[in-house]
């Protein structure tokens, strides 16, 4: 089993639209969520660290659930700018991170 | 500007022709980290280094060597490139203190014939 699972999408979206999506993770020890941004092969970057009581970041919206071991990732309103791949991260131990192969997200005009 | 640099961008080499991919970041982070990232599949960790002298293998470790001489330098060797490791190189660095935020450089994309 992969450590960081993710559906690879792609999701197709209207501007305006929400999309939501998952990431499973098998390390029930993990302390560490992140979502990481990254456009078309470039370097990945922070998008927003994922705390156990959920947060927001302007149109981003982040939670966790420690039971079943998931985090997701939901985008409001979005913009064509929002065309990326998400990736999903989780620390294994102390500072090695696991990232999932991606989420690929479209929006189109 | 707080960044990481790799060097180089681009690289087309054959068999067996020892190669360095240069990394440096200006962020003063102790922890270092050389990724790949191939087609379907996450980021996969290659070698890390905790601090200067100090490194430990990922989780993709084979065909490949690193070191870490200076704070700011992370090389990644590869003494015999083979096709297998053609591939989209990531160096990234963070600091241990905090939120284990890792910063990445622009890549390094290889091709081995």
């Known amino acids: 089993r992969k450590e960081v699972e993710q559906d690879p999408g792609p999701f197709n979206v209207p501007e305006g639209a929400t999309v939501a999506f998952n990431c499973t993770y098998s390390?029930?020890?993990?302390?560490?969520f992140f979502w990481y941004r990254q456009d078309c092969r470039k370097e990945p970057k922070l998008l927003m660290s994922v705390y156990s009581s959920g947060n927001e970041d302007g149109r981003f919206t982040a939670q966790l659930n420690r039971a079943s071991q998931y985090i997701s990732l939901l985008i409001r309103d979005s913009k064509l700018s929002d065309s990326a791949t998400y990736l999903c991260v989780v620390n294994k131990d102390d500072y090695k991170l696991s990232f999932g192969a991606g989420t690929t997200v479209t929006v189109r005009a | 500007e707080a960044q990481v640099t790799q060097n180089p961008r681009y690289l087309i080499t054959v068999t067996g022709k020892k190669l360095t991919v240069t990394c440096s970041q200006n962020?003063?982070?102790?922890?270092m980290s050389w990724y790949r990232q191939d087609p379907g599949l996450g980021l996969r960790q290659i070698y890390y280094?905790?601090?200067?002298?100090?490194?430990d293998k990922g989780d993709v470790p084979e065909g490949y060597k690193v070191s870490r001489k200076e704070k700011r330098n992370f090389p990644l060797i590869l003494e015999s490139p083979s096709p297998n490791q053609t591939s989209l190189y990531f160096c990234?660095?963070?600091?241990?203190?905090?939120?284990?935020?890792?910063?990445f450089g622009p890549g390094t994309r290889l091709t081995v014939t």
């Open positions: 280094s905790m601090n200067v002298e100090v490194t």
């Open positions: 962020m003063n982070h102790e922890y």
């Open positions: 990234a660095s963070s600091s241990l203190r905090g939120t284990y935020e890792q910063y």
């Open positions: 390390n029930s020890a993990s302390q560490s």
